[in-house]
């Protein structure tokens, strides 16, 4: 179970925040990353190649129906470097805001537990929070969604 977290500015409400609880799975080179249902508003979904220490692919997030955006769906690109450990990745992840101007942000991926099971799945399936906080961080919306 990982924490994926990343930022961006907003043009109304200044720097944000996300968070998802994701699961990662990968079958030789192929990694794919989704978020666990109830720990944001949003679903996230990352497609990935690893080479190496190097992930890149593209993320898409699908912004909750009955929000401010409707269901709006947001894509661009991404790439990560894990680190000599395994257990985190960084990187940055670019991508289209509402008005189609092009943004770009920090992206992490920390672990959180080795766990993924059915057991696991339903620990994290609760708002998702930084891992120093135990409260769950004010949404926001996705990069796109300025």
Do not use: C, F
């Amino acid at each position: 179970m990982w924490l994926s977290h990343y930022t961006y500015v907003s043009t109304s409400r200044g720097s944000i925040d996300r968070y998802h609880h994701v699961v990662v799975r990968s079958v030789g080179d192929r990694v794919e990353i989704g978020s666990i249902p109830g720990s944001n508003d949003s679903r996230l979904e990352l497609r990935l190649t690893r080479d190496g220490q190097i992930l890149t692919g593209s993320w898409t997030e699908y912004t909750a129906v009955d929000g401010h955006y409707r269901g709006a769906r947001y894509h661009g690109a991404v790439q990560l470097v894990v680190d000599p450990t395994g257990r985190s990745a960084r990187g940055r992840w670019v991508g289209y805001d509402r008005s189609g101007e092009v943004d770009s942000g920090p992206w992490e991926l920390p672990l959180l537990t080795t766990g993924s099971g059915p057991g696991a799945v339903r620990e994290h399936a609760r708002p998702a929070a930084p891992p120093s906080s135990g409260d769950a961080p004010e949404k926001g919306p996705s990069p796109g969604e300025r």
